[in-house]
């Protein structure tokens, strides 16, 4: 089962920052949190991944609370293209006690970019 | 760097006869993922192989279906004897192996939709 909780549908403005909570209060110290879209009849696509430092890269920002029970993505200047499915999902590493590195999809949350 | 290839992208089958989808993964990677989502559903993991090896079948349905992965050419993921409820879009998804990328995130293609009429 999914270990994270998030909204189901979101909308934003076409471009201003689109934040997309996530709730992940059973974490565990080992376990990354990675970020997934699935724009519609495409395969998922990555978007970012990080273990408790902030992450940024070309497509998005990765913010973790201290705690890590909680992160935030951030899209900064969303296009109607960013339209999609967005997934936050929390993932042992390969080589932990056997785990077999799959990664186990929620629901998700529908992010509606509006012109 | 070409990314996951899926093939076909859409098949349709009768009731009863075979489907074969087959997925090459993305260059220097050597571990390929399996998902199937239903119409309107999320998407299920059905099985994680390496080459020549299966790691993890737990999402596997117990008949009908098969993976593999040799040690040349792509992986094929096989429903025999289809019935309507296989009706989905299977995804594909491939990481690196080496022992120092441990957290490498997977890589999906655009998957195949089959149809079973």
């Known amino acids: 089962d999914a270990k994270t909780t998030q909204p189901t549908s979101m909308d934003c403005a076409e471009g201003r920052a689109a934040n997309l909570p996530c709730n992940h209060s059973t974490i565990s110290g080992n376990e990354y949190v990675y970020w997934y879209r699935q724009i519609h009849s495409q395969g998922p696509q990555y978007i970012i991944h990080?273990?408790?430092n902030n992450e940024t890269n070309e497509m998005a920002s990765l913010i973790i609370t201290e705690d890590r029970k909680s992160s935030t993505l951030i899209l900064p200047h969303a296009t109607l293209r960013d339209t999609a499915v967005y997934y936050c999902?929390?993932?042992?590493?390969?080589?932990?006690?056997?785990?077999?590195?799959?990664?186990?999809f929620g629901t998700g949350t529908l992010l509606a970019v509006q012109p | 760097n070409a990314g996951v290839m899926q093939n076909p992208r859409h098949l349709v089958r009768r009731r009863g006869q075979e489907a074969r989808l087959r997925c090459s993964p993305m260059k220097g990677h050597s571990h390929v993922y399996w998902y199937r989502q239903l119409p309107e559903e999320g998407l299920k993991f059905m099985v994680y192989l390496q080459k020549e090896n299966i790691i993890d079948e737990s999402g596997m349905p117990k008949e009908r279906f098969s993976a593999e992965f040799p040690k040349e050419g792509p992986s094929i993921l096989r429903i025999q004897q289809v019935v309507r409820g296989d009706s989905a879009a299977y995804f594909c998804?491939?990481?690196?192996?080496?022992?120092?990328?441990?957290?490498?995130?997977?890589?999906f293609g655009n998957g195949t939709r089959l149809t079973v009429t």
């Open positions: 998804a491939s990481s690196p192996e080496t022992p120092r990328i441990f957290n490498s995130p997977l890589h």
């Open positions: 990080g273990l408790k």
């Open positions: 999902i929390v993932r042992v590493p390969m080589n932990y006690g056997g785990a077999t590195n799959k990664l186990i």
